[in-house]
DNA sequence: CTCGATCCCTGGACGC
DNA sequence: TGCGTCCAGGGATCGA
């Protein structure tokens, strides 16, 4: 599931592979997940890709054209989001065709890039220069360049679960379930704490938790689990440092409790109840609380 | 503002 | 071996 580290992979050996290149023709299969299919096929071929980089979970493919003016203020992009199973990586001529390949972009090295995505729940728009400024501004800050005061000032405002918070592209770009998890059991945070109520120290740990993760996760090419594969054909190799995620059951590495399982945010929520403490009190029904209100209430 | 529910979609795991 | 059923999950959307 390609989160923030898994698409910076991809990104980056995309920029490797096809930075430079020129699309000479397009075919389309499914085109359910794309915005305006019309247009890619239309619009990309004669266009050159001139750099491929990350924007939160989106992969950014800056095309020009020689008409184009020189600044890329003008350039359009293809932006293309993998969702759960989209996989995106050129291809040898020739090479045979797997199953839910929907986009083939014919390069002028020869190869295709081929989005292959059995899922669909990968979205890809050819967006102009200014529909893409339009739609990068509906995301909050990259968990990576964003400086702790920033950080602090988005979490500690909110009263959403932290889980949630964290899951919540607006609020920061590219973090998804498997890292949100990692980062929680790293700083000791339960994920049904609310943002306004961690302590300073908690939301510094989580800060610090969060960008050591992302950034070792990164260097080793992400996780991988249902078949990802960056650009190049490789897997990544995080999933095998998972602490938490997908560990219902086995004991926490840190203190041998067993790792239990929450809904939290619509999502699997995996924590350590003992190093993760749950928020005392809350609003999930039946409080400690509410019961120390009535029994005052009899009393009186 | 924040929540949960629902939908999208297919492959893989599991039970019989 | 072959069914049927359930589940995974990012994001959009809707009603509470």
């Known amino acids: 599931m390609p989160e923030l580290p898994e698409v910076e992979t991809v990104a980056r050996g995309l920029q490797r592979q096809i930075a430079g290149r020129r699309i000479l023709s397009i075919t389309l299969g499914k085109t359910d997940f794309i915005n305006n299919p019309e247009e890619i096929e239309t619009e990309l071929p004669g266009r050159a890709i001139r750099g491929v980089v990350r924007y939160g979970k989106f992969l950014l493919l800056r095309l020009t054209r020689k008409e184009d003016a020189e600044e890329i203020e ?5 932006l293309v989001h993998l969702g759960m199973t989209g996989m995106l990586r ?4 020739g090479e045979p065709q ?18 292959i995505d059995p899922r669909r729940f990968g979205r890809m728009a050819y967006l102009s220069a200014e529909s893409l400024r339009e739609e990068l501004r509906r995301f909050g800050a990259d968990p990576l360049e964003a400086g702790l005061e920033e950080f602090t000032a988005k979490i500690s405002q909110k009263r959403a679960r932290i889980k949630a918070l964290l899951l919540d592209q607006r609020v920061l770009r590219g973090v998804g379930n498997i890292y949100a998890d990692e980062s929680l059991w790293k700083a000791r945070i339960h994920p049904k704490r609310l943002g306004a109520r961690l302590r300073k120290e908690q939301v510094v740990e989580l800060y610090r938790a969060l960008q050591g993760i992302l950034e070792r ?7 991988s689990i249902s078949d990802f594969l960056d650009a190049e054909g490789q897997p990544g190799e995080y999933q095998r440092r998972h602490r938490v995620y997908g560990r219902e059951g086995k004991p926490c590495v840190r203190c041998k409790t067993r790792i239990r399982r929450v809904i939290v945010a619509g999502r699997s929520s995996y924590f350590c109840p003992r190093c993760q403490q749950a928020p005392r009190g809350g609003r999930t029904h039946g409080s400690e609380a509410r019961k120390h209100g009535e029994e005052r209430l009899k009393k009186k």
């Open 74 to 78: 003008c350039e359009p992009a293809l």
């Open 90 to 93: 050129p291809h040898a001529p």
């Open 98 to 115: 797997a199953k839910h390949t929907h986009v083939v972009a014919l390069l002028d090295d020869g190869r295709e890039l081929r989005y």
């Open 217 to 223: 996760a990164i260097v080793i090419r992400g996780s």
